[in-house]
Nanobody
Framework: QVQLVESGGGLVQAGGSLRLSCAASGRTSSNYAMGWFRQAPGKERELVAA????????SYADSVKGRFTISRDNAKNTMYLQMNSLKVEDTAVYYC?????????????????WGQGTQVSVSS
């Protein structure tokens, strides 16, 4: 099993940047493909970005393409989400997740392990 802990959320003005981190413990993160999801108030949880075990393949939601970058450092058992040009509509609780799949997975039903979430709030 793997345990996931997110950090790096906060309040930022529109146009600003944040970097989220997801630290994995237990089984090493290189055994998992991973992803970032988010859930805004009153909305369903949705995929933000996903990354393969090696980090060589990624997938993004259309709404964040060109603004967000997912990456991972398996030596540090940590995954990142660099968020630039933030918009008010990016406000949500952001979750990291892990799956025993090899490649990036875009459906949340593929993920077995979830962090507790970190709040990202973007003001206008």
């Amino acid at each position: 099993q793997v345990q996931l802990v997110e950090s790096g959320g906060g309040l930022v003005q529109a146009g600003g940047s944040l970097r989220l981190s997801c630290a994995a413990s237990g089984r090493t993160s290189s055994n998992y493909a991973m992803g970032w999801f988010r859930q805004a108030p009153g909305k369903e949880r949705e995929l933000v970005a996903a990354i393969s075990r090696s980090g060589g393949r990624t997938s993004y939601a259309d709404s964040v393409k060109g603004r967000f970058t997912i990456s991972r450092d398996n030596a540090k058992n940590t995954m990142y989400l660099q968020m630039n040009s933030l918009k008010v509509e990016d406000t949500a609780v952001y979750y990291c997740a892990a799956t025993e799949a090899v490649g990036p997975r875009t459906s949340q039903i593929a993920y077995n392990y979830w962090g507790q979430g970190t709040q990202v709030s973007v003001s206008s």
